[in-house]
Structure formats: structure tokens, C-alpha cells
């Protein structure tokens, strides 16, 4: 019986779907624990991205397209999973708090007022430092993921920086250092 599916055979689907799993899995984890409170939840953002990924390979870009597009589809799984987060019970609440004391973080320095500096922003202030930062990415990039031009993130990143050391003054956090590189070039 002639199969009536049209696209590449199941073999080479699969085949483009392991090579974007494999070279996008760890980027795309770190991301998801970066922005979650448990291990668990970022295990099932990865697997919601990668599942659709799966779904929509078709619309999958190739080659370091492929990374951005996947920033994006977990920037909404995300999204979705806060607002669910939101609706949870107390008996969840309690159980992401034993799962984080089990978890040793070595201290290098005491970044409390750092974080507090940090989590103080807005929610988009905090998407955009934590891409430069810890995504690592550049302007362009950050506007792939974001669906805004390379200029409006250049703005936004400016006045989220701005934002972000008056937080750190208001905390009498130490200084930070001036020389900070960071992506494109620019100095912090």
C-alpha cells in the first residue's frame, strides 16, 4: 500500500532530529535550569522543546538557526510552565524546597546581594542579561530568540544594564568589575 505522507523518509527524520538533539541538548538544559527552581521542571521543559521540535521539524532552521529557534520554542514552554507554576500547591512548593537543599552549590563568594540585585528586575530585564550572560549570545542572536530587530535589544540591553547596577548600589553590593567584556565588543 503506497503510503500517502509526503517528506523525507522516517529514517532521515529521525536522523535530522538526533543531529539537532545532540548539538543543542546541553545549551538548551542550561538554559531551562537557569530559569526553573527544579531539576525537574527544567528535565520537562527540555523534553517539551525537543518534543516540539520533533513535531514541527519541518519548521526547524538548519544549522546555528536551529539553536535560536529552540531558545524560542523553550522561552514559551517556559512561559507556560510559569503560569502553571502560579496554580501549584503548597505540597509542590514544599517538595522543589527539599529537592533544593539536597542540591550543594560550592560558594566562591557570597553573591547574595547580587542575586537579590538581580531578582529585584523585571522579568524581561532578567531574560535579556541572563542571554548575554549566561547563554552567551550576541545581539543578533538575542533577537532571533526574542522576535525584536538587533537594535531593540541593543536598547533594552542598555537600559536593563542601567537598571541593573542601580539595583546592585541600592544593595551596597560590592563593585563589580568595570571591565567586564561581554558579547560584540562592547564593555559593561
Not at 523553550?74 to 517538595?95: F, I, P, T, W, Y
Request: with cysteine; charged share 30%; net charge positive.
Amino acid at each position: 500500500m503506497p503510503s500517502t505522507l509526503e517528506g523525507p523518509p522516517p529514517d532521515d527524520r529521525r536522523h535530522r532530529f538526533e543531529e539537532v538533539y545532540a548539538a543543542n541538548r546541553a545549551r538548551i538544559l542550561g538554559y531551562a535550569l537557569r530559569r526553573t527552581t527544579d531539576p525537574q521542571d527544567a528535565a520537562d521543559v527540555l523534553a517539551e522543546t525537543f518534543l516540539t521540535a520533533w513535531r514541527r521539524l519541518d519548521d526547524v532552521p538548519p544549522g546555528e538557526q536551529a539553536r535560536l529557534w529552540l531558545y524560542g520554542v523553550a522561552r514559551r514552554v517556559l512561559a507556560n510552565h510559569h503560569r502553571g507554576e502560579r496554580r501549584r500547591s503548597a505540597l509542590a512548593a514544599d517538595l522543589g524546597s527539599r529537592l533544593r537543599t539536597e542540591v550543594a552549590v560550592p560558594e566562591a563568594a557570597d553573591l547574595t546581594d547580587v542575586a537579590a540585585a538581580f531578582r529585584s528586575l523585571p522579568e524581561p530585564d532578567r531574560e535579556l542579561l541572563s542571554l548575554v550572560g549566561w547563554e552567551e549570545l550576541d545581539h543578533g542572536e538575542i533577537a532571533t530568540v526574542l522576535g525584536c530587530s538587533r537594535n531593540a535589544v541593543r536598547i533594552r540591553l542598555h537600559r536593563a544594564r542601567r537598571r541593573f547596577a542601580r539595583a546592585l548600589q541600592r544593595t551596597e553590593a560590592p563593585a563589580l568589575p568595570t571591565a567586564a567584556r561581554i558579547p560584540n565588543g562592547e564593555h559593561a
